[in-house]
Every structure is written in structure tokens, then in C-alpha cells.
């Protein structure tokens, strides 16, 4: 299993660009989740999912976009970039949802300009 | 009180030391409880569940108190290879399909 895999890890953005971050994992977990993380600062979440077709806000889901078309990908989408979006975002996946372990991929690192 | 707060040290220690977090949280009704392991520019990895009163695993001990509602991570006979941010991770109050992670206390084991 390759587990959460994140494309692309690295990415500049100019002010005003859009980009999509991919997410895919193969353990056909149900739980889908977006993250972004800021120097010294704790995991936020942006968007999540509890199933394919079905996705909900998290605390900080202004500027973004997410869809959820089948289990394996959970796509994020950065509309008008901002340079406030500069950070590093970190996509997981669990089976269920409290009592199980998210499992992270390998972030992308996001810079705006 | 914040939803999760930890300290953010760092904690240096020497090697073979016994070092200790805290972890408050603010939601009384929750259940369970987890320390994520983050290394520096990696992704967090479940380092231990937390489901009563507390578990144990190795050289790593987590508690659970209630009553004063926080949770501890104890790291026995420290290793370089502990160094790490260490991360506490509650339910979301109201909301059983998130977890809240906290900013994480920043571990440092030197030789």
C-alpha cells in the first residue's frame, strides 16, 4: 500500500493563480481530511469528508474548494491565490472517525507570491 | 480555556532522561485522546491512543486525568531519536467527525 500520497510537493503560486493540490490513498478509508499547517503553529482544519459525494467546512475553508467523486481522491482547490495561503497543507485519511488513526500524507508545500 | 493547549518548550534534555508533557483540554465529554509524533518537515505520524486512564507503550507512557482534564506523555530513557515535535490531538466538542490538534511541544534529546 502506498497509503496517502500527495502531488505535487512543492509549488510557487503568483497572487491570483489557482492550482488544485491532489490527494489519493488506496486503504479505502471512508474518512477524508485537509489540513493546513503554519510555521510554529498547530494542524487547521480546512475541508473534510466522511464518504465519496459528501464533504463539509472545517475551521478555516475560505479560499478553498474541495470535491469528493470516489474514495480513493479528495482534491483541493485553491481559487485566487493569496499569499495568506502560503503553507504547508497535509491531506489524511482514516477508516472511522474518532477512535481510529489519521494517516498523513506528505504535504505539499505551498508558496505564494 | 483553549479546546487543546500544550506547551511549546522546547524541552532540551540529555540522553537517558525521563521527560514529561501536558496536554489541557477544554472538552469534558471527550473520550479519547491521541499524541501524534511530527519530525521536522514531515507529516505527523499516531504515536499512541488514549482511551481511559491512560496506556503504555515501550518507554512511552500517556495518562489520562479527567478530573483536571489533561493528558500527559512520559518518555522514559530519552533517545536522539526522540527529538521531535510532539503533538496532542482531541475530538472536536459537538463534532465526532473531527479531531482538534494542538500547536505541539517541541522535543530536543542531545547527546
Known amino acids: 500500500n502506498a497509503g496517502v500520497t500527495q502531488t505535487p510537493k512543492f509549488r510557487i503560486l503568483k497572487i491570483g493563480q489557482s492550482m488544485t493540490l491532489q490527494c489519493t490513498q488506496d486503504?479505502?478509508?471512508?474518512?477524508m481530511y485537509w489540513y493546513r499547517q503554519d510555521p510554529g503553529m498547530g494542524l487547521k482544519l480546512i475541508y473534510y469528508?466522511?464518504?465519496?459525494?459528501?464533504?463539509d467546512k472545517g475551521e478555516v475553508p475560505n479560499g478553498y474548494n474541495v470535491s469528493r467523486s470516489t474514495t480513493e481522491d479528495f482534491p483541493l482547490r485553491l481559487e485566487l491565490a493569496a499569499p495568506s495561503q502560503t503553507s504547508v497543507y497535509f491531506c489524511?485519511?482514516?477508516?472511522?472517525?474518532?477512535?481510529?488513526?489519521?494517516?498523513f500524507g506528505p504535504g505539499t508545500r505551498l508558496l505564494v507570491l | 480555556r483553549k479546546e487543546v493547549e500544550q506547551d511549546p518548550g522546547p524541552f532540551n534534555v540529555p540522553e537517558g532522561a525521563t521527560v514529561a508533557f501536558n496536554c489541557t483540554y477544554s472538552?469534558?465529554?471527550?473520550?479519547?485522546f491521541f499524541w501524534y509524533r511530527q519530525d521536522c518537515r514531515k507529516e505527523p505520524k499516531l504515536l499512541m491512543s488514549?482511551?481511559?486512564s491512560g496506556n503504555e507503550d515501550g518507554r512511552f507512557t500517556a495518562q489520562l486525568n479527567r478530573a483536571s482534564q489533561y493528558i500527559s506523555l512520559l518518555i522514559r530513557d530519552s533517545k536522539l531519536s526522540d527529538s521531535a515535535t510532539y503533538l496532542c490531538?482531541?475530538?472536536?466538542?459537538?463534532?465526532?467527525?473531527?479531531?482538534?490538534f494542538g500547536t505541539g511541544t517541541r522535543l530536543q534529546v542531545f547527546p
Open positions: 469528508s466522511v464518504g465519496a459525494g459528501i464533504t
Open positions: 472538552n469534558s465529554a471527550s473520550q479519547s
Open positions: 486503504m479505502n478509508h471512508n474518512y
Open positions: 489524511a485519511s482514516s477508516y472511522g472517525a474518532l477512535q481510529e488513526t489519521q494517516y
Open positions: 490531538v482531541v475530538p472536536s466538542p459537538g463534532n465526532t467527525d473531527k479531531l482538534i
Open positions: 488514549v482511551y481511559s
